[in-house]
């Protein structure tokens, strides 16, 4: 079983849709859930991030992480086309552990 | 949000021969630096981890003699391919944490390698 799995996708919705996306990991000594959007040939941009287990919301970005169950989300209501993207989800450890990526969700937001 | 600058971001070079990407943080100290490297539609897979004043520590598979990293001060870091092949063609991108205990990590803009 890979560290953090990620369904690649691609997701094709409406504009104005409420989108979910998932991953699961396996390593419990993951502390920090990170979610990075990443634009075509550009390097990953930091979303938001949770800390441990619980929600957490900034603007149409909702965020949660269920450590009991090691899954985790990332909702964007109102979904626009410049949300177009492969989203990344990349837990990691305490202090200067690195990352480690989903494979990330290629998300299309038609209009 | 910290910046990560990364240069150059494009670059061409002809089998065989060595290239340079540097990492920069620009506004903030960052004592460990991580290389990761990304193929098409594929995720980032890291490469190795950069210590400021100290050796990097390279993950499995990853040959530390082709991929030389430096970290000789607390805002740059820099990896050479060395010898570089066709099948080093890749995107390369450098993250950077401010050590703060956010655990929250930036990344450059990343580094597309060709090698004809």
């Known amino acids: 079983q890979k560290e953090v799995e990620q369904d690649p996708g691609p997701l094709s919705v409406p504009e104005g849709a409420i989108v979910s996306l998932n991953c699961t990991y396996s390593?419990?000594?993951?502390?920090?859930f990170m979610w990075y959007r990443q634009y075509s040939r550009k390097g990953p941009e930091l979303l938001m991030y949770?800390?441990?287990?619980g929600n957490k919301e900034d603007g149409r970005f909702t965020a949660q992480v269920d450590k009991s169950s090691k899954y985790i989300s990332l909702f964007i209501r109102d979904s626009q086309p410049s949300d177009s993207a492969t989203y990344l989800c990349?837990?990691?450890?305490?202090?200067?552990?690195?990352?480690?990526f989903g494979k990330g969700t290629r998300l299309s937001v038609i209009a | 949000g910290a910046v990560v600058s990364q240069h150059p971001s494009w670059v061409i070079c002809k089998s065989g021969t060595s290239v340079k990407i540097e990492c920069r943080s620009l506004?903030?100290?960052?004592?460990?630096m991580f290389w990761y490297r990304q193929f098409p539609k594929q995720s980032l897979m890291l490469m190795a981890t950069?210590?400021?004043?100290?050796?990097?520590?390279?993950e499995q598979g990853v040959e530390k003699d082709k991929f030389l990293i430096n970290h000789a001060s607390l805002t740059l870091s820099t990896l050479t391919v060395t010898s570089a092949h066709p099948e080093d063609s890749s995107f390369y991108i450098c993250?950077?944490?401010?050590?703060?205990?956010?655990?929250?990590?930036?990344f450059g803009e990343g580094s597309r390698l060709t090698v004809l």
């Open positions: 993250s950077a944490g401010t050590g703060r205990n956010t655990g929250e990590l930036f």
């Open positions: 390593n419990s000594a993951f502390q920090y």
């Open positions: 949770t800390y441990s287990s």
């Open positions: 990349a837990p990691k450890g305490y202090g200067n552990t690195p990352l480690v």
């Open positions: 506004d903030f100290q960052a004592t460990t």
């Open positions: 950069s210590n400021e004043g100290s050796k990097a520590t390279y």
